[in-house]
């Protein structure tokens, strides 16, 4: 059964297909965690590297690669969901999430396969308020933003770097606060708005030809480089549709390989 991500067809556009002898391409629906997104693009546009893995692998030329992205937490439930279901639903055929920890918690289904780390990544702190942590939070630092430790793996990291490298915990002193956004694309956007003083996201999110670049003027940043947080991929097999499964892990396992690991340089996501 398909539903949610996937693309349902209309009665009339099958039978137009039907009458004029089409041939469908073959739609693989991947659920990707938001720092994946300027990498992978979305659902209507195919992003950089999935373009590169076509080239790469012709075999795959005609599919359709639509990229989902929000929380890897709510893909895991979305997906766990579809699974236990009656009858099972299969929204994705492939999840890629920024940590490890939410594609092993589906590993007990049939139909997904083992855990691949096709991706590392790493966390920045950045401002356009002026604050500068290289060595502490200044005085008089208000909000940070992070992503909700419970929607996505990069809050928990920045969690530990505020308290590793600060000692920052919660409660918080006044006037600092730490704010929580639902993805990490919102952090950012609170970020450059100025509706958090400061926040920590991965530097994909700034990532050109492998290094962090186009912060706006006069924006400080301070990149964590001691830490590097693995990113994981699981297949979900949809008994019906096979053909959208092997595409699935055949681009999991590009990924993972010297080629992809290539093209994901350039967005600051290829092991170090």
């Known amino acids: 059964m398909k539903g949610n991500g996937k693309t349902l067809l209309s009665v009339a556009v099958i039978a137009f297909g039907l009458q004029f002898g089409a041939a469908w391409a073959t739609d693989v629906h991947i659920a990707a965690a938001k720092v994946l997104e300027p990498a992978f693009g979305t659902t209507s546009t195919e992003g950089p590297v999935i373009t590169a893995f076509k080239s790469a692998n012709p075999t795959y030329a005609s599919y359709n690669f639509y990229t989902h992205t929000g929380p890897s937490g709510t893909y895991a439930t979305t997906i766990a969901n579809g699974l236990t ?4 639903a299969y929204p994705y055929d492939l999840f890629l999430s920024a940590d490890t920890l939410y594609p092993d918690s589906l590993t007990t289904y049939a139909e ?3 855990v691949t780390v096709f991706s590392q990544g790493e966390v920045m702190q950045w401002s356009k308020g002026g604050i500068n942590v290289e060595t502490a939070f200044p005085t008089g630092a208000t909000t940070i933003g992070i992503c909700d430790e419970d929607m996505g793996p990069y809050g928990q990291a920045a969690l530990d770097i505020l308290n590793d490298e600060f000692g ?7 006037p600092m606060s730490i704010v929580r956004y639902s993805n ?8 450059n708005s100025g509706a958090a003083q400061s926040g920590f996201v991965p530097t994909a999110l700034h990532c050109s030809s492998g ?6 003027a006069g924006a400080t940043k301070v990149i964590f480089t001691g830490t590097h947080y693995d990113h994981g991929g699981v297949v979900i097999s949809d008994p019906s549709d096979t053909a959208a ?3 699935a892990g055949a ?7 010297a080629g992809g690991q290539a093209v994901l ?7 170090p």
């Open 85 to 88: 279901a009656s009858p099972k």
């Open 245 to 247: 499964a092997t595409a």
């Open 184 to 191: 990490i694309m919102m952090v950012d956007q609170a970020i």
């Open 168 to 174: 920052i915990t919660e409660p918080t002193t006044s």
């Open 251 to 257: 681009l999991l396992a590009w990924l993972a390989s």
């Open 265 to 271: 340089e350039d967005y600051c996501l290829a092991f």
């Open 112 to 114: 997904v396969s083992g």
């Open 211 to 216: 290094a962090v670049s186009g912060l706006p």
